[in-house]
């Protein structure tokens, strides 16, 4: 069966640092890009960056470009999430996602994907 297990989340200060890590089993790892959304309580799920099969193409929201960096690790099943100078507008659930078979590059839309991690909380204090 398919797992996608996020990790990593916590409670940090802002300008601060938290790495998070999704582990993936059960699929052809790379076969597919990987993908991070968040969700804040009673908003929409939104994109925040995405990594090709073979890890060298990324691409990131805007409102993350230049602090967050998502890397992978094909030999290990895992992608990663480094996220640097945090701000409360970060906190939400993150979310690991997988997309097989893509139309166009960047996949931005959530309904696209394969598979779903059940997400890791991330917050952010001030």
């Known amino acids: 069966q398919v797992q996608l297990v996020e990790s990593g989340g916590g409670l940090v200060q802002a300008g601060g640092s938290l790495r998070l890590s999704c582990a993936a089993s059960?699929?052809?790892?790379?076969?597919?890009?990987m993908t991070w959304f968040r969700q804040a309580p009673g908003k929409e799920r939104e994109f925040v960056t995405t990594i090709s099969r073979g890890g060298y193409e990324q691409s990131y929201a805007d409102s993350v470009k230049g602090r967050f960096t998502i890397s992978r690790d094909n030999a290990k099943n895992t992608v990663s999430l480094q996220m640097n100078s945090l701000t409360p507008e970060d906190t939400a659930v993150y979310y690991c996602?997988?997309?097989?078979?893509?139309?166009?590059?960047?996949?931005?839309?959530?309904?696209?994907?394969?598979?779903w991690g059940q997400g890791t909380q991330v917050t952010v204090s001030s």
């Open positions: 059960g699929l052809t790892f790379g076969s597919y890009a």
């Open positions: 996602a997988a997309v097989r078979r893509q139309t166009k590059w960047p996949e931005r839309s959530w309904y696209e994907y394969d598979y």
